[in-house]
């Protein structure tokens, strides 16, 4: 066995080098989440820090899903501790939706979603996910931290409301804004072809 | 009956939440008649594929 490879207490064991080896898809994973490349950095050290000295892998399931269990945790005690001391609103004044819908609430015909025909076929595209990365990057902080709560840690919304003490029609006001300017910035940008902003 | 802003917000909200029987046959129905909101729907769960594909990358 590799002289990195720590025993752990059950019958599976932490390869340190496995783990250093999660690093980089670590800190991409926490870096979108946290939009801060060097706190980043400090979250995902301490993870792999945890994960090779607690050895507590006790070998059923995958080595990674473990790791990136005690990675999540940690990003959600920073998110925690973030949402204590809030520097801005969760609803944020400057994104409602109302310019896509004429007075009775229907689609102005500028604004109606087009057809993206099997937008899967874009996953093999690079230029999808620099687009897709940047629109993801020009959602508002809250919004973003909310959204991703759900959509990247994957955490129910009940507790992403627990986490960051909002209310549940707070949480869908936020998930939906989320949402619909990710499509649009996605429709504007990628869809259409236009120049990104 | 829905109009397409009430649409947007129960697609959004069905991907968090158990829509009740009267809100998904609201729904459907609108999703039906309605072009914009059909192609918003699929969008917005190609949202969360492509969330789900970036992870893995």
Redesign the interface.
Known sequence: MDKNAVHASHSGYVDAEQVASMREEMLRFTTLQLRDAVLAEDIVHEAISAAISTAKFNGRGSLKSWVFAILRNKIIDVIRERSRYPTESFIEDNDNDDEAFDGRDHWKKTHKPSDWGQPEKNFDNEQFWVIFEICLNHLPANTSRVFMMREHLGLELKEVCRELNLSDSNAWVIMHRARSQLRKCLENNYIRGGRLS | MM????A??LV??S???ELSLPERIRLRFHLFI????S??N???A??????H???E?
């Open positions: 109009n397409c802003k009430q947007t917000r959004s909200q991907q968090d939440r309605c072009s914009g909101c192609n918003y699929k969008q917005i190609f949202l969360r594929k492509a969330i594909k970036l992870r990358r």
